[in-house]
């Protein structure tokens, strides 16, 4: 009820050891309850922001993946109120509206098979026509596939900040809203995709749907891609949630494709929410709360507890 956030830790210490002490026996609470249903967590560490962690999980295949992500989540903060903690994975908690925040990156590769459909020894970049195709076609949605990866208000609080802003790509480019990692010599099995649009807040359900119908598109139209890097052409990516709702809802390919049932219904919630957030901003602004301070406390009464 906007009360303040108290983090378990406070500073700038990424990787910090000395950081991630006051917090290991959460993480290795974590890292071996995960494992007990399925969940391999690869790395654990500290992070840029107050009482911000890093874990990554392993990869698995097609919709395990995202069930793993969705396990991963409700187990974190399970675990964490059992040590009489709070975990959330809304994306702006402290620290004002704008700025740093939680990311929810999600890594992927293509495979037919049990070979990659992605990794190209003989291409000068280690990447396959399928997988160009696939990129340009997730590039081609980017705008509309916002609002499955930023779902909430406080998710656009990081565009600019290790978030994308436009729809563009890089090789090992974490300015990029795509960063691509490919090596013509390297094993087939360590090319991969890094869509660094969404938040932590987002369902990793929604964002491989999106993903699935997006590049499928790129490889049925065999779309090109433009130049890595900072590309003038590339097309900017909403930076609030209502134009990233309108944007979903301009893209008629991945509306029809997720069907109308659904998009009516998610826009349906997220306007809801919008509405729901402005009152309760003005109400707490009444109170003498700046509008910085309300807005992210409205956030956080909404957000906090079950994101």
């Known amino acids: 009820e906007g009360e303040p956030v108290d983090p378990l830790f406070k500073g700038v210490d990424i990787f910090a050891t000395l950081q991630f002490v006051k917090a290991e026996a959460l993480g290795y609470a974590i890292a071996e309850g995960l494992l007990d249903v399925g969940v391999d967590v690869k790395t654990l560490n500290c992070e840029y922001g107050a009482g911000q962690l890093e874990i990554t999980i392993a990869p698995q295949r097609g919709l395990a993946a995202a069930d793993a992500a969705a396990t991963f989540k409700t187990a974190v903060k399970e675990i964490a109120a059992r040590q009489g903690l709070r975990a959330t994975f809304a994306s702006k908690p402290m620290g004002g509206v704008k700025g740093v925040g939680n990311g929810g990156h ?172 402005e009152k309760r901003t003005g109400e707490l602004e009444a109170t003498g709360l700046d509008d910085a301070a309300a807005t992210q406390a409205a956030w956080n009464e909404m957000y906090f507890e079950y994101v």
């Open 106 to 277: 999600l890594n992927f590769s293509l495979w037919e098979g049990e070979k990659s459909a992605q990794h190209d020894p003989k291409d000068a970049d280690g990447l396959s026509r399928t997988a160009r195709h696939f990129l340009a076609g997730v590039l081609a949605h980017a705008p509309g596939l916002e609002a499955l990866a930023a779902p909430t208000p406080a998710c656009y609080a990081r565009h600019g900040n290790w978030a994308p802003t436009k729809a563009d790509y890089g090789f090992d480019d974490r300015m990029r809203c795509v960063r691509v990692k490919a090596d013509p010599d390297a094993a087939s099995d360590t090319s991969y995709f890094e869509y660094r649009a969404p938040s932590s807040a987002a369902n990793a359900h929604l964002v491989m749907a999106g993903l699935a119908i997006a590049g499928a598109d790129g490889i049925a139209r065999e779309l090109e891609l433009g130049p890595p890097g900072e590309d003038p052409a590339a097309a900017a990516i909403p930076t609030t949630l209502p134009d990233a709702l309108a944007a979903l809802r301009a893209d008629s390919l991945l509306a029809d494709a997720l069907g109308e049932d659904f998009v009516s219904w998610f826009l349906l919630v997220k306007n809801g929410e919008l509405a729901w957030l």
